[in-house]
């Protein structure tokens, strides 16, 4: 029985009956005895009605205790409900930033309220406010991650769910134990990628910079004021971001064009840890990413383990039907790297991700089949499979499939199908579709007549999906005043970015240097320009 229960009976009654027993015992007594006893049996009836006042105030106290923990729960149980409510609200309109103010601000106080008091799904939810607010709040994040990921975070209404109903105020979790997988979960990305809002969600590409801002970027973060371009140490500048690369090299092997100052402390170790916390609590893309560090040979990172690598991939593929995991792990076996090399394993593990829609296992096959040079070569089924990856938003299938219609190369030349396919590519704003159209329309053919402004315009949706090599090109039409008015700080920037998202492209340090030496859109600055030139010098001379 509960404890506020026992106290609700009337105590009082051992009391009375304590008394009438004494009492009665007494009447049977001599006049002498009751003499004697009158004075005690005062006492003992005195210190009763002590006792029953002691019992009805600790009756009432533990009575106010009990309404007290219902009022707290019904509190709590308010403020999740109302928090539960804007937070879907938000997902309907599109984002916090959509919210109004009021509801904005009865978000934040309902929901610390309720993070407030160990209820972990809230404080998840404090993490990803914190990490989508304008502008971000990495580190309170972070803080309201690991909080909600900890084994004492617990929902105290848990005993209480019928009371409370549904407490399914995140977009994927739905009870404790998935709150704490997805809270560690976002806390080791935090950790790993050094800010909070790439926890759940893919960097966006940064904008390109133009002649509006008040300093150019030189690279990956190096601002450089233009009243001081004078004072510029180019040698410093290409050791800082020979540096940069190789930590960003160090995530995941590649270097993606926007690399800031981390917000928050990067910690390889602790994201592990609470990598492996999610992962263990039944996460799946925590054991995929898992998966993605162990195999990762940079000695920068430090954490290759084929073994564990491959052990959380299978987890990842078998267990949790991660598409892409399969996909890996075919690959893997197709090209015998962190396993030996099994065709026939490769080809099974490629079945699965096409089973489960995976467009890279469809692309991947397809291509075999019109290759032929490892599986037997059967252009039919591997166009009808390519074009399903198309259908699937595959980017590079919709490229294959545009550049065999135009040169082809598997299928004889159909120049209607050629453009059926880098329109979609176009959909998905596939870097290689947006550029083959962009060169299409600089000098015209295929029945199509040139047309300058739509070809920038598909140079400068490849360049900001991240293709140097647009950007190069969209540097060269401003400088020309192609399709548009002639701009040599619009080109000087687009040189710039060009060699900020590839420090090796050899066409734009050329152009780069050439910007330098003549102070076209930029400062003259004849170091810069000779250092960018020698480096574009030792690059052609490494490709000979």
Sequence with gaps: MHRSLFWNVPSSQFSHHRVNRVIDSSSRRSRNEMAVNRQTNLKVAVHSRNLVRHHNESSQCHSDENDSHVEEINKLASAINKSSTIWKKSLQVGGLHKLDVEDRRELLEQCHFAADRNHAPSQFLMGL??????????????????KAASPQSISPLTDHSKIVGSLGILPVAHDDEDVVAEAAYAAGMTLLLGDATSAFQQKEIKKYYDEDDDAFLLKDGYVLPKDDASDFDPKKWVRNERRKNLRKKAIFGKVEGDLEIPAVQVEIQEAVKYLQQSANHGYGQASFVLSELYLNESKDLNLYNSVEGIRWLEISAKIHRNPMAWFQLGEFYRQGQHLPKDLEKALACFQEGIQLENPQSKYTMAYMLCDGSEIPKDVEKGIKLMDDAAKNGFGLACAFLAINYQDGAY???DHDLMWKYLNMG??????TCLSMMGDIYL????????????????????ARRGSADAFVNEGVMFFNGWGVDMDLKKAFYAYQNAISLDENHIAGLISLSDMYKNG???????????????RARKLEDDHL
Excluded: R
């Design 411 to 413: 299928t004889p030349p």
């Design 426 to 431: 176009d959909q998905v704003e596939d870097v």
């Design 520 to 534: 076209w859109g930029v400062q003259q600055n004849i170091d810069m320009a000779h250092t960018l030139a020698l």
């Design 129 to 146: 406010i914190c990490g989508s607010s304008n502008p971000p709040q990495h580190k309170e994040a972070l803080d309201w991650f690991i």
């Design 443 to 462: 000098s015209g053919g295929f029945g199509i007549p040139k047309n300058l402004t739509k070809a920038l315009s598909c140079y400068q949706k490849a």
